[in-house]
């Protein structure tokens, strides 16, 4: 695409509004662009990416001129990464402590779907999501990953949404040589059969909870200990800073 191109189409979407509008479910691609006004190039990663466009945090820079990598183990989903995405790297697998295969819960809502038998069982079911199956899909660990994908790339933003499986994601990271400005994590509830629920939720409500009861959160303390801070909390998620950051 030559310059004057990308410059007409850039004009089109800011004339339909596409620039201004929010994909992501909570409008934390709308923090994310101030917080990276002034760069108009970065790179992201994108772990549990769903959709390249609905509830993304991704896709507004994607139209801004960045490129990613984006992770997903829905089976088919890529197809359409690909085609919206295509200078993105798109990567159709899951995030695991190791290479093998582990079985997906797929329901009617694939924003839940999981890893975490307790939790589709449990707390999916009990919400009125529908499970229509299950796949048995290729893992591979954080690690691999980075190093085949990402190489010596800086990573501006790390999104972090795998239905329970934060905590196990985070402590595969090489801090040393990878540490985002900003990292997106959701906080609603963490993987284990001792806990497969959402943790001090707020009175009346299953799916969110106060930024006081982050504490109770085992990916929250792991990322203050590696210093990193609290920007803004959404329903669904939180974003972190890293207050060693060169911008």
């Known amino acids: ?59 507004k820079f994607y139209l801004r001129g960045w490129t990613g990598v984006n992770i997903d183990p829905r089976p088919g989903i890529m197809e359409y990464f690909n085609k919206i995405r295509p200078k993105d790297i798109n990567i159709e697998i899951g995030i695991g402590e190791v290479q093998n295969y582990q079985t997906l ?6 924003g839940v779907n999981t890893f975490n038998k307790e939790i589709a069982y449990g707390r999916n079911i009990s919400n009125g999501f529908k499970l229509i199956g299950t796949r048995d899909v290729r893992m591979d660990t954080l690690m691999n990953v980075l190093e085949n994908y990402v190489g010596d790339k800086k990573i501006d933003f790390l999104n ?44 009346g409500s299953d799916t969110w909870c106060l930024a006081e009861n982050l504490n109770s959160f085992q990916t929250h303390n792991f990322l ?8 803004a909390k959404g329903i669904a998620s939180v974003i972190y800073v890293n207050k060693q950051a060169k911008w």
């Open 224 to 231: 203050l200990n590696n210093d990193y801070g609290v920007l």
């Open 1 to 59: 695409m030559t310059k004057m191109l990308r410059g007409y189409l850039k004009k089109l979407l800011v004339s339909k509004g596409y620039l201004e509008k929010s994909f992501s479910q909570d409008s934390e691609d709308v923090i994310l662009e101030k917080i990276f006004i002034n760069k108009n190039k970065g790179f992201y990663v994108d772990i549990g990416a769903h959709h390249p466009i609905e509830y993304s945090n991704t896709y």
């Open 160 to 203: 972090v949404d795998v239905e329970g499986y934060e905590i196990e994601i985070l402590k595969q990271m090489n801090w040393n040589k990878y540490k985002p400005n900003v990292i997106i994590c959701e906080a609603l509830f963490e993987s284990g059969e001792k806990n497969p629920t959402p943790i001090n939720c707020t009175k």
């Open 105 to 110: 819960y797929m329901f009617d809502a694939p």
